[in-house]
């Protein structure tokens, strides 16, 4: 019988919320990014975050919250992800191949928003790890160059190989020519990129927080210190990371904000737990 054997290798379109890969990346042995189809009904504000999982063994679904690292004009979505040896999610999410579904809740909420912080002058992107991703949403609205004069990029990582897709992401739109026709040829200095290793051999080195204290990151981009008139913070990372660049930020002056209560700079976790 055909019609029964056709049944048996065509997926079934069974997962509710599903939505269909359609390009994945491999960045290195704990980094992955990829794309799927957008619901036609959602809407969101970049730097937002959604859940998003797989179906579990006993049919419960295995969801968690991940960034949307497309701006809110893409037709699909990106997402970039850690890979977890023994992580319940991503050590199956790993291993998703175009045209495989994944679910995807499209309720997004998140503190990481425009809206949340005052006007200034510069804005400032604070991450370590996968943390980059909501501003990799965020550095490619056009609204972020609107309301800001300058972004500058503060990335870190143990390893070189590990700041490449957003190195990637910040060349590619330095030099976007549509960036460059809107904003002007010199749009390359209005978005200042800053990767820094920790572990391994680099040019620029060290923690996001000493540099800062120390004032380096103001001297190597010919920039002047935080101050609470013209700078603008988001912060992106670890637990531990987030509570020491939050020190830092106020002893510049700054103020924590929310979407209700808009400052000079809003927080938000990377995950949840001890992590690398
Ligand atoms: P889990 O059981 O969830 O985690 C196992 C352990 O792995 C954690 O205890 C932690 O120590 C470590 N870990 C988890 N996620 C990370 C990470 N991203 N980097 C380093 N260590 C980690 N993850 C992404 O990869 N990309 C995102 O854009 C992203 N956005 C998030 C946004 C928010 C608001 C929150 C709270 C978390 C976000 N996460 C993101 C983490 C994500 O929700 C999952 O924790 C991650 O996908 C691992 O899932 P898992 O089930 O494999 O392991």
Same mark, same amino acid.
């Given at each position: ?17 599903? &939505? ?17 189809? /957008? ?19 006993? =049919? ?33 999410? &790993?291993?998703? &191949? ?29 991450? *370590? ?10 550095? /490619? ?16 990582? /143990? ?24 904003? =002007? ?11 820094? *290793? ?16 120390? =004032?380096?990151?103001? #001297? ?43 400052? #000079? ?7 949840? =737990?001890?992590?690398?």
């Amino acid at each position: 019988d055909l019609s029964v054997a056709d049944a048996a290798v065509k997926p079934a379109k069974t997962l509710p919320d599903a &939505q269909t890969v359609t390009a994945v990346t491999h960045w290195s042995d704990t980094l992955f990014s990829f794309r799927v189809t /957008r619901p036609a009904s959602l809407r969101f504000r970049s730097g937002e975050f959604v859940m998003i999982g797989l179906p579990g063994e006993n =049919g419960k679904p295995i969801l968690r919250a991940y960034s949307i690292a497309s701006p809110n004009w893409d037709d699909e979505l990106e997402f970039y992800s850690i890979k977890v040896p023994d992580g319940p999610l991503t050590s199956k999410l &790993q291993l998703i &191949q175009p045209g495989d579904e994944i679910i995807l809740r499209p309720k997004p909420v998140g503190t990481l928003v425009l809206d949340a912080l005052l006007p200034g002058k510069r804005m400032w992107f604070l991450a *370590t790890g996968t943390g980059l991703a909501p501003f990799a949403s965020l550095m /490619r609205d056009p609204e972020t160059y609107e309301r800001y004069e300058q972004v500058i990029m503060m990335h870190t990582c /143990r390893t070189a190989e590990e700041l490449n897709y957003g190195r990637e992401l910040v060349e590619n739109l330095r030099h976007d020519p549509l960036l460059g026709e809107i904003y =002007g040829e010199d749009f390359a200095k209005r978005l200042l990129y800053y990767p820094t *290793t920790t572990r391994e051999e680099s040019p620029f080195m060290g923690r996001i927080t000493d540099n800062l204290t120390s =004032g380096k990151v103001f #001297e190597d981009l010919g920039l002047p210190p935080m101050n609470t008139e013209n700078d603008r913070a988001m912060v992106c990372g670890s637990l531990a990371f987030n509570v020491d660049v939050k020190a830092v930020l106020e002893g510049f002056g700054l103020r924590e904000g929310a979407n209700s209560d808009p400052k #000079e700079f809003v927080v938000e976790k990377a995950f949840v =737990g001890e992590g690398v």
